[in-house]
């Protein structure tokens, strides 16, 4: 026997071991899989599609929107496409007001060589148009690799929330979806012509969940000759917790777990906190995985400004039986997870890639670059004539806050972004930016909502002796108490030089903002301090980015920004 060959055969052997063999290796793994704004994660396993995994995810207001992720490994994360990309597919996006408002809970699911996405655009409460508050949508694709793959929506009338497909074996599809909470909450379904979006005349009612507030996020599986019923209950926050029914027929009756909840972190002092609205899947071995959403907020529940991440979980599912799910935690004893393969398309960044951007003639913003709401292009150049490798934006009249801080309407608002995904990291831009007229201002913020943000910004204000100068403007606004806005000249030595803007999360509760000379960094002054309090609140998470406005006046401006660079510099797990 040879070497070679001696070599080859222990190499086959360990693989039999390690794929195939019992007792196998467990693995371990750090959650969260998709740290930062990914809440109310569905994932699925395709096995045609090069045993890939794939999830969506909710964006609220944020355009574009419902990003989808992919994995060969369960560990290594790619943004492949964001499912709606293209303004047509869905214009209403635009309108959308309230800040807990827009694309609530993607169920990703595929049949057949489709990639199928059920969301729901959900308008504010006291919407005025004639516009259900409730418009329900499925977004088609066969390669989510490709962006524009994504179909535009086919809408289909489902009064509520939080819609997933099921394909029956008798060939229809059941869609299930919660009854909104302020009627008579539950969990109803009907059947659905996934292609046209027409809806049949039986919507029935099928579970109403163990009691707890808002039954949700419901899923169904089917194994062993079972109809599984999967939802959340008790509401997004400190209660919630995930809870399991079965039936032998999909209409019902369905049986709770008796031990449910199946899956929650409430009444314990875990870091993670708020655990449910999940999603089950089987991977190529039989291992079953749940991915679910997540806050790091331990129960104080006073910091947490990524809001709620994805998380992953081992699923212990035997024949006939109930899935058993293992308690989420920031270190993970699982399965064994597949091999490491990074070897994946689409245009989007793995999650834990640096941003390292230039904006170099011919690009376009990258994947995982977010706007609120639907942006206006023209407002956003890369490398314009006289301006190479920079982004120039020009101001809107509204600024982030807009008028009653919770609409925009179609002028839009100056802002591009990406998710904070680390609880270090130090965000920096170089900022180009001088206007003759005042209030016109440009910046670089840290953005959870219209009524949530904290802002570096340099502002052209009236000083006391009557002239128009540049001021570093330094603001938070929250629902809770903020500290006093700070408003100071720039240096007589910087002004008209492009400035470095820089947000520094130093420590787990506290942002830094900073600025100085590009061409002399070691004069970096620390400007304001925020809490990070002021940006841990509702539905969506936060945000880095800049932005440009008139504060409400009549003319433009243009600020050239260059030299993005995002960087991870820890994560807290407990
Ligand atoms: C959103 O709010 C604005 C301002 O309050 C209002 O003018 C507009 O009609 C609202 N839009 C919708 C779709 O309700
Ligand atoms: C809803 O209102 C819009 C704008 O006012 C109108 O164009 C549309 O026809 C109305 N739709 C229905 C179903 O009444
Ligand atoms: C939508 O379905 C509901 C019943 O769930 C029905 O009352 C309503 O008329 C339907 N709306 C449209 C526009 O078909
Ligand atoms: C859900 O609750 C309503 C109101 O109490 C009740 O009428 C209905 O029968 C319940 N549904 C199920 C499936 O138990
Ligand atoms: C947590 O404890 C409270 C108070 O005892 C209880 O009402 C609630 O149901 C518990 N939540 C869960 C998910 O166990
Ligand atoms: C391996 O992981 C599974 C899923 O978490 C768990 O049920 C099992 O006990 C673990 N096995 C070992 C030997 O740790
Ligand atoms: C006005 O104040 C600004 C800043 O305080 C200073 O730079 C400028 O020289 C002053 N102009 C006059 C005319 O005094
Ligand atoms: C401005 O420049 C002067 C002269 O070069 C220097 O002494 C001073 O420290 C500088 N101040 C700032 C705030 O950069
Ligand atoms: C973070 O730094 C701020 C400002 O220095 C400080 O007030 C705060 O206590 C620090 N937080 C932690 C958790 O150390
Ligand atoms: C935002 O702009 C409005 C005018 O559109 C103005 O009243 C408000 O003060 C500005 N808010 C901030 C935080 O600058
Ligand atoms: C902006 O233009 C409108 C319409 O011409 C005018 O009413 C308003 O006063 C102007 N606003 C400012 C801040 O100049």
């Keep these: 026997m040879s070497l070679k060959y001696l070599i080859l055969s222990i190499a086959s052997f360990a693989h ?86 827009g694309i609530w809970a993607p169920a990703i699911r595929y049949h057949e060589g489709t990639f199928y996405i059920l ?23 066969k390669n989510p690799f490709d962006a524009s793959s994504w179909t535009n929506a086919v809408h289909f009338n489902f009064s509520g929330y939080d819609t997933s497909p099921f394909w029956h074996e008798n060939g229809k599809v059941y869609v299930t979806g919660s009854h909104p909470w302020e009627l008579q909450p539950g969990i109803n379904m009907v059947t659905v012509d996934i292609e046209t979006g027409a809806v049949g005349d039986d919507l029935i009612n099928i579970w109403n969940g163990t009691g707890g507030l808002a039954p949700e996020g419901p899923h169904h599986y089917f194994k062993d000759g079972w109809y599984y019923l999967m939802i959340a209950e008790g509401g ?22 008796p031990r449910n909840p199946l899956l929650t972190n409430a009444n314990t002092t875990q870091y993670f906190q708020t655990v449910g609205h999940a999603d089950l899947f089987e991977d190529s071995r039989g291992y079953w995985w ?8 331990g129960p104080e529940f006073i910091t947490y400004p990524m809001g709620r991440e994805t998380v992953l979980y081992p699923v212990t599912w035997k ?27 689409g245009s989007g960044p793995f999650i834990k890639d640096p941003d390292n951007i230039d904006f170099a003639p ?3 913003l990258p994947a995982h670059f977010v706007h609120w709401r639907n942006p206006i292009d023209a407002n956003y150049v890369i490398s314009p004539p006289g301006h190479p490798n920079t982004l120039r934006l020009t101001s809107s009249k509204l600024n982030l806050t807009a008028l009653d801080g919770n609409y925009a309407g179609p002028e839009g608002q100056t802002f591009v972004g990406r998710r904070q995904v680390d609880t270090l990291f130090t965000y920096s831009v170089v900022m180009d930016f001088a206007s003759e007229v005042e209030q016109m201002e440009a910046g670089v913020t840290v953005f959870l909502t219209q009524n949530h943000h904290i802002d570096l910004g340099v502002t052209t204000l009236r000083t006391s002796n009557g002239t128009l100068a540049p001021h570093f403007t330094w603001r938070a606004v929250s629902q ?78 243009d600020a050239y920004f260059s030299k993005w660079r995002y960087i991870g510099q820890g994560q807290f797990l407990d």
């Design 16 to 101: 039999v071991c390690f794929s195939y063999g019992t007792p196998s290796r467990n693995s371990t793994y750090d959650n969260p899989i998709l740290p930062g704004f990914h809440p109310d994660p569905s994932c699925i396993f395709v096995k045609e599609w090069d045993e890939t995994f794939f999830c969506a995810s909710s964006s609220f207001s944020v355009f574009p929107g419902v990003p989808v992720h992919a994995s060969k490994d369960l560990q290594n994360w790619k943004l492949i496409s964001n499912a709606l990309n293209r303004r047509e597919q869905l214009p209403t996006l635009a309108i959308t007001n309230g800040s807990t408002s």
């Design 119 to 141: 969301t729901t655009l959900v308008f504010d409460k006291e919407l005025q148009t004639n516009l259900s508050r409730w418009d329900n949508i499925i977004l088609k694709s």
């Design 236 to 257: 997004t926050g400190l209660n919630h917790m995930e809870t399991i029914a079965r039936a032998k027929d999909i209409e019902g009756p369905y049986d709770p777990y």
């Design 362 to 364: 011919g690009s376009k």
């Design 290 to 297: 749940g991915v679910a959403l997540s806050t790091r907020s």
């Design 480 to 557: 809770i108490p903020t500290p006093d806005p700070i408003t100071t000249p720039v240096s007589a030595n910087w002004t008209g030089k492009p400035l470095v803007m820089e947000i520094k999360a130093f420590n787990l509760t506290h942002y830094s903002f900073s600025a100085g000379p590009a061409d002399a960094m070691s004069m970096m002054q620390t400007i304001g301090y925020g809490a990070a309090s002021l940006v841990s609140y509702g539905f969506t998470g936060t945000l880095v980015g800049v932005y440009a406005t008139s504060n409400g006046g009549n003319s433009t401006a």
């Design 319 to 345: 024949t006939g039986d109930w899935p058993v799910d293992s308690a989420v935690r920031g270190v993970m004893n699982s399965w064994p997870l597949p091999p490491v393969n990074k070897d994946l398309g």
